[in-house]
């Protein structure tokens, strides 16, 4: 069974970088999988940040595109996001989640963690 | 905004059956047979309900089902019962430059 687990700094101050890992056990960031990101902030709905693939490619959200870097690091078996210049609506809900092998939905889910960006 | 519209809210009592919607473009919902359907409760993770529109993955109950017609595509979830009383969230491929967008949600009261 895969398991996803965030960890990161529950608060960052505006202007900042969010630093988030995801820790992948259960399976490997080696396979053919996509490796997302996905936010919600509270009371909101979900929206998709980006993903990469085991090969190093990578799609970013359009509209996050320019402050959004995923990275992988095979040999801790986990993927990273970083998000630059953040502002208070980037405050929310951060999860990872994998993207099935061969199709384009999200099989395995991280429990999600609060980062909340404030002075 | 959100790339895909879903209904705000939907009710229905126990046993019956409710359908959520989900409208896109012919350039994600309309163009690719790549639809899923997550639940969320409160406070916790999403979980797949249904994937490539109509499947089903292991363990998911035969009380939830998917289609898709044109742009639109649907959840219904019938017999209902207080469990599924829950967020849910559709979600299409949109191309190699988009690859995923959302629908904003649909909240589920059962009465």
């Known amino acids: 069974q895969v398991q996803l687990q965030e960890s990161g700094p529950g608060l960052v101050k505006p202007s900042g970088t969010l630093s988030l890992t995801c820790a992948v056990s259960g399976g490997s960031v080696s396979s053919s999988n996509w490796w997302s990101w996905v936010r919600q902030p509270p009371g909101k709905g979900l929206e998709w940040i980006g993903e990469m693939y085991h090969s190093g490619s990578t799609i970013y959200n359009s509209s996050l595109k320019s402050r959004v870097t995923i990275s992988i690091d095979k040999s801790k078996n986990q993927f990273s996001l970083k998000l630059s210049s953040v502002t208070a609506a980037d405050t929310a809900v951060y999860y990872c989640a994998r993207g099935a092998s061969r199709s384009w939905f999200f099989d395995y889910w991280g429990q999600g963690t609060l980062v909340t960006v404030s002075s | 905004q959100s790339a895909l519209t879903q209904p705000a809210s939907v009710s229905g009592s126990p046993g019956q059956s409710i359908t959520i919607s989900c409208t896109g473009t012919s350039s994600n919902v309309g163009y690719y047979n790549l639809v899923s359907w997550y639940q969320q409760h409160p406070g916790k993770a999403p979980m797949l309900m249904i994937y490539e529109v109509s499947k089903r993955p292991s363990g998911v109950s035969n009380r939830f089902s998917g289609s898709k017609s044109g742009n639109t595509a649907s959840l219904t979830i019938s017999g209902l019962q207080a469990e599924d009383e829950a967020d849910y969230y559709c979600?299409?491929?949109?191309?190699?430059?988009?690859?995923?967008?959302f629908g904003g949600g649909t909240k589920l009261t059962v009465l």
């Open positions: 979600c299409s491929y949109a191309g190699s430059s988009a690859s995923r967008v």
